[in-house]
């Protein structure tokens, strides 16, 4: 099973910052486009950010101007960077991985790195 390693999260004051990182195998990191989805409680999980393999990022409106997702491909890691962050950005944060195998989406997820948002 592929698996991609977070790190990042935390605690931190509403108006904060934080930067999550993501690691993957090389062999998925170079042909996925990365992302980042979160899931607050009682809440479905949803898109914040991705980024294609030739960088292209795209983002909910929730977190345009504030987030910012970047790949570096020579460590085969996705960051994302929260400025601003707000109480409703409290959520646990999961890394994604989306190829294309054989015409098929396939889809790798890592285990969640939880985000507090609070004073």
């Known amino acids: 099973q592929v698996q991609l390693m977070e790190s990042g999260g935390g605690l931190v004051q509403p108006g904060g910052s934080l930067r999550l990182s993501c690691t993957a195998p090389r062999s998925i990191f170079s042909a996925a486009t990365m992302g980042w989805y979160r899931q607050a409680p009682g809440k479905q999980r949803e898109l914040v950010a991705t980024?294609?393999?030739?960088?292209?990022?795209n983002y909910a409106d929730s977190v345009k101007g504030r987030f910012t997702i970047s790949r570096d491909n020579a460590k085969n890691t996705v960051y994302l960077q929260m400025n601003s962050l707000k109480p409703e950005d409290t959520a646990v944060y999961y890394c994604?991985?989306?190829?294309?195998?054989?015409?098929?989406?396939?889809?790798?997820w890592g285990q969640g790195t939880q985000v507090t948002v609070s004073s």
């Open positions: 980024i294609t393999t030739r960088g292209n990022p």
């Open positions: 994604n991985a989306q190829r294309q195998i054989l015409g098929i989406q396939s889809d790798s």
